[in-house]
């Protein structure tokens, strides 16, 4: 076992992990943060997208021991500060951008790396962006609405 | 997985010392061989990171007019950088998704040689040297067939130095399943002559297309490829295409590229 330290949602962590102790691991069982979610184990979903160092990732393909001093964000750190939702969870719930709800934590964290390089993308950079983010359930075409939505522009006329 | 210890040394010399160790295996971004690993496809004991060594990420210029590209590299950081060769530019933002490309590494890429991956055709289209701890490789030489390399056990790639040509383009034709290329085909134009190299197609990994290149070096337009096609012999089939389909994209493909690159 080896010591870890690192900032997960603003709070200073530590942890013993094995050098196999994937960061998705990490974060459910350690940190009880189970908000990330397992969808495939196989690099393939996103359902277990979190943020490194400002970063998407998939926290199911990175060791814990490879986060030792990064900053991670999970589902968890996206609500404001008054426990209310952010922007862009309010334009998941406002625009019915899930249904089942295992992918979104995933579909916000891409949503919100996204808003972060290109603050008012095009319909086709969401959808190209969402490339590593499968849901099942939505058909996409909310997800893609709310983040457009969450993004300032105007979505009244996109077909549901 | 098996269990393993990893190391996360901080210079190419202290990585190299500890992949000297039995069973002790490099790890790039880990977007191959993690899943290899979950799979139980490899047991190491020990893991070496080459992630957290400065002197492996990055890119720069060299005095002869390459791109030089540290092999730690992120497929990100290449997307975001590379303005000096806009084609290997477009290539890396195209690999895989956002996440994929946050971590995974050119050095990685290189070493695993996937048959349908993007960056070999880029390295063989360009003629690029590949950099190792221990010595230099042409691309010609590097590349030997599928998952197959010219690297010796323990050896990493330290930096690929991309000669910058006149012109160039990338054109992949999208597996939508595994984001990897179904075909793909880079061609890059020098004051010397043309290359273009295919990946995804041959059973033996990536290729020149030596007619093409000569065609193409003759008179760089579409037209000088009319009438030149690939045999199905020896291209890779499976549920995703049959070898014929695949001999027929490479044409397509590259016609795309010149058309793209001119
Ligand atoms: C969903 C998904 C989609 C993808 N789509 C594409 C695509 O469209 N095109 C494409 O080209 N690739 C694609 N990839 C593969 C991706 O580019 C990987 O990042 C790459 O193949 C491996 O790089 P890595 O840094 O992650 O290496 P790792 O997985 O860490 O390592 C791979 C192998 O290389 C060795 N290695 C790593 N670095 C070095 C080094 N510097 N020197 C020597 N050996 C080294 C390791 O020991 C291991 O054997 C995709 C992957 C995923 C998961
Ligand atoms: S669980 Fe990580 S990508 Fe699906
Ligand atoms: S809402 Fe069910 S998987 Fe996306």
């Known amino acids: 076992m080896t010591d870890v330290k690192m900032t997960v949602n603003g709070q200073p962590v530590l ?107 095009t319909e086709a950079e969401v959808r190209a962006y969402l490339e590593g983010n499968i849901c099942r359930c939505t058909g996409y075409h909310n997800i893609i609405k709310a983040i457009m939505a969450a993004s300032g522009q105007d979505v009244s006329a996109a077909v549901a | 997985m098996y269990a393993f210890e990893i190391e996360r040394p901080t210079t190419i010399a202290e990585a190299v010392a500890a992949l000297a160790a039995d069973e002790a295996q490099a790890l790039g971004g880990g977007q191959t061989l993690i899943p290899t690993l979950k799979q139980r496809l490899a047991a190491p004991e020990t893991l070496v990171s080459l992630t957290a060594i400065p002197e492996m990420q990055g890119l720069c210029m060299s005095d002869e007019g390459a791109l030089c590209v540290g092999a730690a590299t992120t497929h990100a950081r290449v997307a975001a950088e590379a303005k000096a060769f806009p084609a290997l530019a477009a290539l890396a933002g195209h690999i895989g998704d956002p996440a994929v490309r946050n971590r995974g590494t050119l050095g990685g890429s290189l070493a695993n040689n996937d048959p349908s991956a993007c960056y070999p055709a880029a390295v063989l289209g360009t003629g690029a040297t590949i950099k190792t701890n221990a010595r230099e490789i042409a691309a010609d030489d590097y590349f030997q067939g599928m998952f197959a390399t010219a690297l010796e056990e323990g050896e990493i790639i330290t930096e690929v130095r ?38 995804g197609a041959s059973e033996e990994g990536v290729f020149r297309w030596a007619e093409a290149e000569a065609a193409l070096s003759a008179d760089f337009g579409v037209e000088a490829l009319a009438g030149l096609a690939v045999s199905p012999d020896g291209m890779i089939a499976d549920l995703h295409g049959t070898s014929e389909y695949r001999a027929h994209l490479i044409g397509v493909l590259t016609k795309r590229a010149v058309a793209a690159a001119i």
């Not at chain 1, 359902?47 to 999970?74: R, S, Y």
């Not at chain 2, 984001?179 to 190299?197: E, M, S, W």
């Open chain 1, 15 to 121: 942890g013993q992990v094995e050098g196999r102790t994937l960061l998705v691991d990490f974060l459910r069982t350690d940190l009880k943060l189970t908000g990330t979610h397992v969808g495939c184990d196989t690099s393939q979903c996103g359902a277990c997208l979190v943020h490194v160092n400002g970063a998407a990732v998939k926290a199911c393909t990175m060791f814990a021991f490879e986060a030792d001093g990064a900053e991670v964000t999970t589902i968890e750190g996206m609500a404001e500060p008054d426990g209310s939702l952010s922007r862009i969870q309010q334009a998941f719930q406002d625009h019915h951008g899930l249904q089942c709800g295992f992918c979104t934590p995933g579909m916000v964290m891409s949503a919100a790396a996204l808003l972060k390089e290109t603050p008012k993308p």
């Open chain 2, 162 to 199: 991309f000669p910058v040509p006149t012109t160039a383009s990338y054109q992949k034709f999208l597996q939508p399943a595994s984001r990897f290329a179904l075909v793909g085909v880079f061609v890059a134009q020098y004051p010397t002559g043309v290359r273009v190299a295919v990946t």
